[in-house]
């Protein structure tokens, strides 16, 4: 088992995580640019060091600060492998991974053997005398992996090792490395703000905002009950935090929501408990989130039995597409509301934004019902 707790402030940023991540398996560190994830791996490997913490894998103790262990980072049998692969320019391939090896003074024949064996997983054993000046963007990040799968790490850092590669090379070299990580079984910890990545690598999801882990869990309680506007905007719903008002029935309460602006415009919403949430006592602070697909459009307030209406301004109009290219297309609209100025993305057919006129900078109403906005605690 993989044990952290991490503590420190640079500058202005303050850092204060702990979780546990299962020996052997892949746990992905999502968050948005700034969030803390690359420090979270940088304290990890050694590189720079927390103010209070430890960092424990498998019973081996490797930071503590209250009984003053700090085991160097080249002590450390972690492997990391960095965004922009950084491979050594004058080195050939075989080298390049041969290079942390060569460090531990291990036989030649050892090392040999290593070295190809990782450049095998990678399927680069063909290119072993090659210069990373000769190899394509994908081929590099394969040589970075196998160098740190060279040095048959017991903890592997990845941060964000796609996010410089093309579209197609994206693909296969993402393909690939879930291949690896499971034949391996290597304890993982993988940074990304791809959605789509977390869900393929990770056994385990953390999101992390601001420094702090806001949720924890797998794909299913990241989908189902996202905590942040990070990973709601992931997930594709829209996103509230509020405060239980009052209950109206067992399954039903009336919540206000938190403005970012000062507002004279009513901004409570009706929503239904999500499945198994017991009924929260007034004041309790509460999620909501609605899916796009259920929102009503309206040109004028619309009249009637509506609970939830919204005023607002669309901000931006995108047309999904379809794969048939007909017109029966959909449609993201956004919508910046006058009640909270927070977002509200809409998603309806082309053809009804067609018959609305709708335009960018327009005033519209939008509408959903109560059983359509889902409350969880
Ligand atoms: N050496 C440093 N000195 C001062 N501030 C730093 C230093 N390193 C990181 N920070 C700050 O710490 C915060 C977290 O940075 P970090 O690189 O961990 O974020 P991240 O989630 O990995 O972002 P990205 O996805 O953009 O790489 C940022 O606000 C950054 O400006």
Not at 309 to 335: A, N, Y
Request: aromatic share 6%; glycine share 6%; with cysteine.
């Amino acid at each position: 088992m993989l044990d952290v707790s991490l503590e420190m402030d640079i500058d202005t940023f303050h850092l204060d995580v702990a979780f546990t991540t299962q020996s052997g398996r892949t746990t992905v560190l999502l968050g948005e640019s700034g969030a803390g994830k690359s420090t979270i791996l940088r304290l990890l490997a050694g590189l720079q060091m927390p103010q209070r913490g430890h960092i424990i894998l498998d019973g081996t103790t490797y930071y503590d600060s209250t009984a003053r262990i700090s085991i160097p980072p080249q002590k450390r049998p972690f492997g990391y492998v960095f965004q922009d692969y950084i491979l050594f320019p004058h080195l050939t391939v075989f080298e390049n991974v041969a290079f942390g090896l060569r460090a531990q003074h291990l036989s030649r024949s050892v090392i040999r053997r290593s070295v190809l064996e990782a450049l095998e997983m990678v399927q680069l054993s063909v290119l072993t005398q090659r210069l990373p000046t000769q190899l394509s963007g994908g081929q590099q990040q394969r040589v970075a992996i196998a160098r740190a799968l060279a040095l048959r790490p017991q903890l592997l850092l990845l941060d964000e090792p796609l996010a410089a590669l093309d579209a197609q090379t994206r693909r296969e070299v993402r393909q690939e490395l879930r291949t690896i990580l499971r034949e391996v079984q290597i304890t993982t910890l993988l940074v990304t703000h791809h959605y789509l990545d977390g869900l393929l690598f990770g056994d385990q999801l953390l999101a992390v905002d601001q420094g702090r882990l806001v949720q924890q869990g797998d794909q299913r309680e990241l989908r189902d009950f996202p905590r942040s506007s990070y990973i709601a905007e992931l997930v594709g719903v829209n996103f509230f935090r509020g405060q239980v008002l009052h209950a109206e029935n067992n399954t039903t309460c009336l919540i206000r929501l938190h403005q970012e602006t000062s507002s004279s415009q009513p901004n409570e919403v009706v929503a239904m408990l999500k499945e198994g949430v017991t009924q929260p006592a007034n004041g309790t602070e509460i999620f909501v989130v609605i899916d796009p697909r259920s929102i009503t459009l309206h040109q004028r307030q619309p009249e009637g039995s509506a609970r939830n209406i919204f005023q607002g301004t669309i901000m931006h109009i995108i047309p999904l597409g379809t794969s048939t290219g007909s017109h029966d297309g959909k449609v993201r609209v956004s919508i910046a509301l006058s009640q909270t100025n927070a977002p509200l993305t809409a998603e309806v057919t082309e053809n009804s934004v067609v018959r609305m006129g709708l335009q960018e900078g327009q005033t519209i109403f939008a509408t959903f019902k109560a059983s359509e906005a889902s409350a969880y605690l």
